[in-house]
Structures are given as C-alpha cells and as structure tokens.
C-alpha cells in the first residue's frame, strides 16, 4: 500500500511517499526557519502563507522523489491537529482535494502520534506496552501505550514544552532561532555543573512537567551576574556556554528522571523518545543510560525524522488506511485535538483549573 502524508501543523511544508507504513520512498521537507528567523519564533500568518506557496511543490517533489505518480497513491493521511489553525487548514483541504479528486481514502493524523511513529522506520518492531517520551517546540508529554493505537498520558507540561524553553532561553541569551541545536552546541564548550538549577515541584504530586520556572531562574541568574548577550557573529562567552550547559542539563535531567521513575514503575517493553528535542545528544545519552538501568530498549528516530516530517504521518496513518478507514470530506483542522483514548484524566485533574498543553 502506497500512501502519501502531508505535515503542515507548524512551519515545516512536508510530504512523503511511504509503502506499508514501514518504508520510506520519499520524504520532501521545505523548512520555514530562515522566514521566521528575524522574528525569533514562528508567525502563523506567515507560515500559513507559506505552506500555501510552498505545498504543491512540495507533494510534487515527494512523488517525483519516490518515482511513483499520484495515480499509484492508495491512501493519503494528512496532520489534521494540534498546531497552528491556518498551517493546517493548508495541509487539511490540499489532501482533501486529492483525495476526493482521485477517489483514494484520507485520514487525518494527531501530530503528536506521528512522532511516535517516526521511530518505526529504522529501529526493531515496537513491542508493547510501550513508553513514549514526545518533546518537541509544542508538545511534552509522556505517554503510557499498552497497545499500538491506546494511549494515556502519564505526564504532560504545565506551561512551556521543551523545546519552547530552548528557544526562548536561546532568544534570552542572543543566541538566535531555533534555540535546541544553537544550545546544544554552545553547551558542548560549557559546564553543566556551574549553575544548579532546582526541578520544578507540581504542587498536586503529579508526575508533570514545568519549564517556565527554569526560564525564569535563567533569566535572573542573566541579570544578577551580569551576563551580556552574545552579539550577532561572536563566539558566545564562556559563561554563556556554562549557562547553556546548566540549562541543557536541568531540562535533560527533568524528562529523562521523568521517565526514568514512571518506567520502573510500569515497565514497559520499549522506550520511544522522540520530537526536535530528541536530536539532542545530552538527552540521548541519558535516555540511553536510563533505558540500559532498566534493561529495556530505546528507540530514537534519526535526525531527519525527529522534526516535523510527513514520513511520520503516513507511518500514522497506515494502520487505520489499511483497516479501511477513510474521513468523512467535512474532515477539517482540530487545534486541540489530543493523544489519548484511555481513561486517565481523573475528577480532580479534570476540575482543576491548570490548562494543559499537549
Ligand atoms: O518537532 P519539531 O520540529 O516541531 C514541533 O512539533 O514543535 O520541534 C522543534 C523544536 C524546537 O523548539 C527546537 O528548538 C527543538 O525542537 N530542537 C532541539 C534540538 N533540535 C531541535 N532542542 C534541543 N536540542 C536540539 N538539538
Ligand atoms: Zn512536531
């Protein structure tokens, strides 16, 4: 089964021609980075302007990429949410009009799903129950999956994701955007001892995330001792790489102790980590650590797949195009749609008043 995915959720235009949902053909990714770059984070008006000019070409690349004509697709699975509303609708009425014009299936795919699957393609078979670990510039969550296709989420984010504390901590430091892979390399001349951060507490006991405290601390810990931001050009101080070090590390320690501690408990068969977070070799090597501890394997996806891409949402998609499911042409863009169809959400939590992030 051929089926081509469509990925426009946030500023990443992306398509992929993937057979069976466990190989790749193709996989056409046209990144909105340098667009957003002055602005230090992403413009929705802009980037859905931009899939708009972008996604034709795109879908024409994945297919001529692949070698194969949208006459040979059998299927087409398109993000339908979370993400920006404008950048999706793009990717939404596009697969849409394909799909209806060819009279193939569509289904839409949960994002974050998607990035559980973009570790299918160069690893071993999952084996269930699984642990997923999804830290990307929207999303942190910690997912618990005792079968393909179940999910609950056993930790998820109070305020900002991890990938959003690299980048505005990035931004903080005049370091640039996206701030993830600046840091990290930064970090990497730095020491992560010389700034202890302490891990944020959730009041409720709730095994949650919370980095905006950690933003907060850096920001002061900026003001207090004076630290200049780097000026365009300009190998970053060495106390600006200490304090990227010391940033990196407390986020890394967060999400893998996180893990770590949730796993021992459940003790799941395989770990997934994945999201633009997981290109993060700091994070790697101590998910690496943790799953050798408990003596289970862990999955990453290679650095092409771990931000957006298309591949992993065909791979999302399959299972349910194979079983014959097709949406219905009202299908449109969801911005809050969420990971999870197992009970998990208790009275309590339900009436709580934090707002959750997926
Ligand atoms: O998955 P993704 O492409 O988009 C979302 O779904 O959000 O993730 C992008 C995020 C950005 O916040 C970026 O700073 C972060 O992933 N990122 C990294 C690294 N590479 C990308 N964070 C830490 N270390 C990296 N090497
Ligand atoms: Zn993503």
Redesign the pocket.
């Given at each position: 089964m051929l089926i081509l995915g469509i990925e426009s959720?946030?500023d990443?235009t992306a398509a992929a021609v993937v057979r069976n949902g466990r190989e790749i053909l193709s996989s056409a990714i046209s990144s909105q980075i340098e667009s957003h770059k002055p602005f230090g984070g992403v413009v929705p008006e802009l980037a859905s302007r931009e899939h708009l000019e972008k996604i034709e070409f795109v879908i024409d690349k994945a297919l001529s990429d692949a070698d194969v004509k949208i006459q040979d697709i059998d299927g087409i699975a398109v993000t339908q949410g979370p993400g920006l509303v404008g950048s999706l609708l793009v990717g939404v009425c596009y697969a849409k009009s394909l799909a209806f014009a060819r009279d193939i299936p569509l289904v839409g795919v949960n994002?974050i799903e998607g990035?559980v699957y973009s570790v299918v393609f160069e690893n071993p078979a999952i084996e269930y129950p699984a642990m997923a670990l999804i830290v990307?510039?929207?999303?942190t969550n910690l997912f618990w999956i005792p079968e393909e296709g179940q999910y609950k989420v056993i930790s998820r984010t109070r305020d900002d994701?991890a990938?959003?504390a690299?980048?505005k901590v990035a931004k903080m430091l005049g370091l640039g955007y996206?701030?993830?892979?600046i840091?990290?390399k930064i970090a990497s001349d730095g020491d992560p001892t010389t700034v202890r951060f302490t891990k944020a507490k959730i009041s409720d006991g709730r095994p949650d995330f919370s980095f905006s405290g950690l933003k907060t601390a850096v920001s002061r810990y900026v003001r207090e001792n004076d630290i200049a931001s780097a000026t365009n050009g300009q190998k970053p101080s060495k106390r600006i790489a200490d304090l990227a070090a010391s940033f990196q590390k407390a986020v890394v320690t967060s999400l893998v102790g996180t893990m770590e501690k949730q796993a021992e408990e459940l003790r799941p068969r395989t770990l997934i980590v994945a999201?633009?977070?997981a290109?993060?070799q700091a994070?790697r090597q101590d998910a690496s650590l943790a799953a050798k501890r408990l003596g289970v394997p862990v999955y990453f996806p290679s650095k092409h797949l771990?931000?957006?891409n298309a591949a992993m949402i065909a791979a999302a998609g399959a299972r349910r195009l194979a079983a014959g499911e097709s949406a219905p042409m009202s299908i449109s863009a969801d911005i809050t749609m969420r990971l999870q169809n197992l009970q998990n959400e208790d009275e309590q939590l339900r009436k709580s008043r934090v707002r959750y992030k997926l």
């Amino acid at each position: 089964m051929l089926i081509l995915g469509i990925e426009s959720s946030c500023d990443e235009t992306a398509a992929a021609v993937v057979r069976n949902g466990r190989e790749i053909l193709s996989s056409a990714i046209s990144s909105q980075i340098e667009s957003h770059k002055p602005f230090g984070g992403v413009v929705p008006e802009l980037a859905s302007r931009e899939h708009l000019e972008k996604i034709e070409f795109v879908i024409d690349k994945a297919l001529s990429d692949a070698d194969v004509k949208i006459q040979d697709i059998d299927g087409i699975a398109v993000t339908q949410g979370p993400g920006l509303v404008g950048s999706l609708l793009v990717g939404v009425c596009y697969a849409k009009s394909l799909a209806f014009a060819r009279d193939i299936p569509l289904v839409g795919v949960n994002h974050i799903e998607g990035h559980v699957y973009s570790v299918v393609f160069e690893n071993p078979a999952i084996e269930y129950p699984a642990m997923a670990l999804i830290v990307s510039g929207g999303h942190t969550n910690l997912f618990w999956i005792p079968e393909e296709g179940q999910y609950k989420v056993i930790s998820r984010t109070r305020d900002d994701a991890a990938g959003e504390a690299f980048d505005k901590v990035a931004k903080m430091l005049g370091l640039g955007y996206p701030g993830g892979p600046i840091i990290e390399k930064i970090a990497s001349d730095g020491d992560p001892t010389t700034v202890r951060f302490t891990k944020a507490k959730i009041s409720d006991g709730r095994p949650d995330f919370s980095f905006s405290g950690l933003k907060t601390a850096v920001s002061r810990y900026v003001r207090e001792n004076d630290i200049a931001s780097a000026t365009n050009g300009q190998k970053p101080s060495k106390r600006i790489a200490d304090l990227a070090a010391s940033f990196q590390k407390a986020v890394v320690t967060s999400l893998v102790g996180t893990m770590e501690k949730q796993a021992e408990e459940l003790r799941p068969r395989t770990l997934i980590v994945a999201g633009g977070v997981a290109c993060n070799q700091a994070l790697r090597q101590d998910a690496s650590l943790a799953a050798k501890r408990l003596g289970v394997p862990v999955y990453f996806p290679s650095k092409h797949l771990s931000t957006d891409n298309a591949a992993m949402i065909a791979a999302a998609g399959a299972r349910r195009l194979a079983a014959g499911e097709s949406a219905p042409m009202s299908i449109s863009a969801d911005i809050t749609m969420r990971l999870q169809n197992l009970q998990n959400e208790d009275e309590q939590l339900r009436k709580s008043r934090v707002r959750y992030k997926l």
